[in-house]
């Protein structure tokens, strides 16, 4: 909506009235102009806008802290202190993408994400949102780009991923059986030692109830794998343990186990 209103003053300032009511609108345009500029500059996020050339128009204080510093206008988007990476292999970019033209490439204006490492060394990942500006006659004068702050973010998604990580080491690393299933039953995940339990590696996703090739009771007559402890717990909601179950391989070898 905001854009849409600058698009708007925009085009006001190309159809300006040549009558006595010209000084009066153009004190409103001024007035309207000077009342979102301090809105864009009381705002949070960072943006600012370009020429067509790539060159600095306008800006906000946001902009100039996520920045760390005051770029000059008039001046390319590309030759600011700060320096851009890939965050995905921490890479220097050879410059931001210009505005305008990954508005033409993309269509939406959302580009991938960007590292900025500011002067002081301190990095900040975004991701910059485009939008065109038009004149009075329909065509493209420039852009706004809006940077969108997502360091929290992704820095809470590598906690996640290094936790899940660790878990998974701990898991592989244990001496008992260890698997999982989904709701449905098809297994997600197995350790090492419930492999050679099995005697075999199931396929994730594709398996159910669990990895065994074959389950007996304790008086040897056979236990169809949709009533294993596993198909038991997730038909009933309930946990199964203290009893025991003949576990054969695809070898003919049998383990005795006590599933929990």
């Known amino acids: 909506n905001l854009l849409r209103v600058i698009n708007c003053f925009s085009e006001l300032k190309y159809q300006v009235p040549t009558d006595t009511g010209k000084e009066k609108l153009l004190q409103i345009l001024k007035e309207g102009e000077n009342q979102f500029y301090r809105l864009f500059q009381d705002l949070q996020t960072p943006l600012y806008t370009t020429d067509l050339q790539g060159k600095i128009t306008y800006y906000n204080k946001a902009a100039t802290d996520l920045w ?116 449905a039953g098809y297994i997600t995940m197995y350790n090492k030692a419930a492999a050679e339990l099995w005697g075999r590696e199931p396929e994730i996703g594709k398996e159910l109830w669990c990895g065994s090739w074959k389950i007996f009771n304790p008086d040897g007559s056979e236990l169809p794998l949709d009533e294993c402890p596993m198909a038991r717990t997730l038909k009933d909601g309930k946990p199964v343990f203290g009893e025991e179950i003949l576990v054969v391989r695809p070898d003919g070898s049998m383990r005795n186990v006590a599933p929990h």
């Open 68 to 183: 760390g510093g005051a770029p000059e206008i008039d001046k390319e988007v590309s030759q600011e202190s700060v320096t851009w990476h890939n965050p995905e292999n921490g890479q220097r970019a050879a410059r931001e993408p210009h505005p305008v033209e990954f508005i033409k490439r993309s269509g939406s204006g959302a580009e991938n994400e960007l590292m900025i490492e500011r002067p002081d060394g301190t990095q900040t990942i975004v991701v910059p949102y485009a939008s065109p500006l038009y004149d009075g006659s329909g065509n493209v004068s420039g852009a706004i780009n809006v940077l969108i702050d997502i360091t929290d973010r992704k820095a809470a998604e590598k906690a996640l991923l290094d936790s899940e990580k660790r878990h998974r080491t701990v898991i592989q690393g244990l001496p008992a059986a260890i698997y999982a299933t989904d709701k």
